[in-house]
Structures are given as structure tokens and as C-alpha cells.
């Protein structure tokens, strides 16, 4: 079966830009989160969708956004991206407790 | 406030000698644990859970970790480090009062002697 995927890989993008990162769940997984992993830190959370509809959301600042469409795939959004955005962001689907990750994207700004 | 410390930056281990990796965590209900594991540039692997019951839980690729309620603790231990065990670990505390969304500690990388 299909992991969780991410796309791009990789991405460099200049401050006050925007940036759209996309996530596939495993098939079945209704739920989607989001992480933002700085270097040399754990992840931290961004936002959990469920069936979606917003679930929860971390301490993260109005420039970043995110949806769920109905295939339960996900976007995140950042907007104005300053130099601190860069870092690796997970995505991770879950059908109840446990929650499965992606490789990530790694995102470089400039 | 909820949180997960590892206190462990970095560990050195030879190869074939058994590993431990320090977990604690606080959490106002009911935790659910989860061990990840990190190879450089790549997304986390799931390497165990727990949930309730048994407080000795097996894992993937031969690891296995014990929750001690009274400790505040859930430990990661392997008898036997292979070189390709070298990574970065990390804790991670959810539960359903919080939709099950994870808090990581900041990981401990693990390097292997030959």
C-alpha cells in the first residue's frame, strides 16, 4: 500500500513569497496533519484536519493556511514567508490514534 | 502544560552493545506514546506505540519500550544496535482529549562505533 506523499521534495522560495505544499493520505485516512520541523527540533504542530473540517491548530501565525479537500488530500499555505519558515514540513494521516508520516518537504527561503 | 523531554542530545553506542534512549513526558490525561525514528532528510518511521494495557511494548526492527506511569516515562531500548540503527529518535505524547495531535521532545541522535 502507498505511504503518505508529499510533493515537491524540495523548494526554494525568496522572503515574502508565497508557498503551497500538498500531502496525499494512506487510502482510508480521513484525518491530516500538518508539522513544521526546524532544524535540529522535533516537530512542532501546524493544524489537524478531519473529514475537512479544521480540528485543531497550533501556535502558528495567520500566514499559514490549510485545507482538506473531499479526496481527504491537504494543502498548506504560507504566505509572506520570512527566513524562519525554513525547516522541513510533515504531513502525517491517521485513521484514529496513530498518525503516519511523509518524507516531507523541504523548504528553503531566501 | 504538556510536554516531552529527552534528555539526551546525542549517544554513542559500539555495535552489538544494547541501547537505551530517556523519555519523560507531562500530560494531563491519558498519554499515548509514540517512539519515531529519523534518518538524515527523510520523513519519521513509526517504530512503536502505546496505548494501555502491557506497559512493556515490541516495536519494528527488533526495539521494544516500558511506560512507567509513576516516572512519567517511556524509554526505548534495544539489546542489540546495528550500524544502521543510527538516526535521530524522537518521543512523541497525543491523546483524545487533544484529537490525538502529537507533541514531540526535541529527539536524540544516536551514533554507532563500528
Known amino acids: 500500500d502507498a505511504g503518505v506523499t508529499q510533493s515537491p521534495t524540495h523548494l526554494i522560495k525568496t522572503r515574502g513569497q508565497h508557498v503551497t505544499l500538498r500531502c496525499s493520505p494512506i487510502s482510508g485516512h480521513k484525518s491530516v496533519s500538518w508539522y513544521q520541523q526546524v532544524l535540529g527540533q522535533g516537530p512542532q504542530f501546524i493544524f489537524q484536519?478531519?473529514?475537512?473540517?479544521?480540528?485543531g491548530r497550533g501556535n502558528f501565525p495567520d500566514r499559514f493556511s490549510a485545507r482538506q479537500f473531499p479526496n481527504y488530500s491537504s494543502e498548506l499555505n504560507v504566505n509572506a514567508l520570512l527566513l524562519g519558515d525554513s525547516a522541513l514540513y510533515l504531513c502525517a494521516s491517521s485513521s484514529q490514534e496513530t498518525q503516519y508520516f511523509g518524507p516531507g518537504t523541504r523548504l528553503l527561503v531566501l | 502544560a504538556q510536554s516531552v523531554t529527552q534528555p539526551d542530545i546525542h549517544i554513542t553506542v559500539s555495535e552489538g552493545a544494547s541501547l537505551e534512549l530517556r523519555c519523560n513526558y507531562s500530560y494531563g490525561a491519558t498519554p499515548y506514546l509514540f517512539w519515531y525514528v529519523q534518518s538524515p532528510g527523510q520523513g519519521l518511521q513509526l517504530l512503536l506505540k502505546?496505548?494501555?494495557?502491557?506497559?512493556l511494548v515490541q516495536g519494528i526492527k527488533g526495539f521494544e519500550a516500558e511506560f512507567k506511569r509513576s516516572q512519567s516515562s517511556f524509554n526505548l531500548r534495544k539489546p542489540s544496535v546495528h550500524w544502521s540503527d543510527a538516526a535521530e529518535y524522537f518521543c512523541?505524547?497525543?491523546?483524545?482529549?487533544?484529537?490525538?495531535?502529537?507533541?514531540f521532545g526535541s529527539g536524540t541522535r544516536l551514533l554507532v562505533r563500528p
Open positions: 512523541a505524547v497525543g491523546g483524545m482529549d487533544s484529537s490525538y495531535k502529537l507533541i
Open positions: 502505546y496505548f494501555s494495557g502491557d506497559t
Open positions: 484536519y478531519y473529514e475537512k473540517e479544521e480540528r
